[in-house]
C-alpha cells in the first residue's frame, strides 16, 4: 500500500538566499511535495522560500526535508517551521547560478 497525500498545492514566497533573478517553486501539497530553487546573481544566506500551507496546522508540525542530488546535499540547509508553513534555508551563501532540490514531508 501507498501513502497518498493530496489536496491543493501550497502558496510560496520567495526569500532574499535565492539573489537577483533567481526562482523557488512548489509542488504536491500541506503534507508532502517537492521544492525546486534556482539561484540568481549574488545570493546570500537566507531562506529561500517560505511554502505556505493552504490550511494552518493547530500545532507546530514536524517538516522533514530531503535534499535531491548532490548540489542539494552540499547545501548547508536548515528549516524553520511555524503552524502556518516552514521556510527553507542556507547557513552559507550558495553558488549563483545553480539548481536544488528538496522534498518535504509534513505531519502533526
Same mark, same amino acid.
Given at each position: 500500500?501507498?501513502?497518498?497525500?493530496?489536496?491543493? @498545492?501550497?502558496?510560496?514566497? $520567495? +526569500? /532574499?538566499?535565492? =539573489?537577483? #533573478?533567481?526562482?523557488? &517553486? %512548489?509542488?504536491?501539497?500541506?503534507?508532502?511535495? @517537492?521544492?525546486?530553487?534556482? $539561484? +540568481? /546573481?549574488?545570493? =546570500?544566506? #537566507?531562506?529561500?522560500? &517560505? %511554502?505556505?500551507?493552504?490550511?494552518?496546522?493547530?500545532?507546530?508540525?514536524?517538516?522533514?526535508?530531503?535534499?535531491? =542530488?548532490?548540489?542539494?546535499?552540499?547545501?548547508?540547509?536548515?528549516?524553520?517551521?511555524?503552524?502556518?508553513?516552514?521556510?527553507?534555508?542556507?547557513?552559507?551563501?550558495?553558488?549563483?547560478?545553480?539548481?536544488?532540490?528538496?522534498?518535504?514531508?509534513?505531519?502533526?
Amino acid at each position: 500500500h501507498h501513502i497518498t497525500a493530496g489536496g491543493p @498545492s501550497p502558496g510560496r514566497t $520567495t +526569500g /532574499s538566499a535565492l =539573489g537577483s #533573478g533567481g526562482t523557488a &517553486t %512548489v509542488g504536491g501539497s500541506d503534507t508532502s511535495g @517537492s521544492v525546486t530553487i534556482n $539561484t +540568481g /546573481s549574488n545570493p =546570500g544566506a #537566507g531562506c529561500f522560500i &517560505t %511554502v505556505n500551507f493552504n490550511q494552518h496546522y493547530n500545532a507546530t508540525p514536524h517538516v522533514l526535508i530531503t535534499p535531491v =542530488g548532490s548540489a542539494a546535499g552540499a547545501l548547508q540547509y536548515y528549516v524553520n517551521r511555524t503552524t502556518a508553513g516552514f521556510s527553507i534555508c542556507d547557513a552559507n551563501t550558495p553558488p549563483p547560478g545553480s539548481s536544488f532540490g528538496f522534498d518535504y514531508f509534513v505531519v502533526d
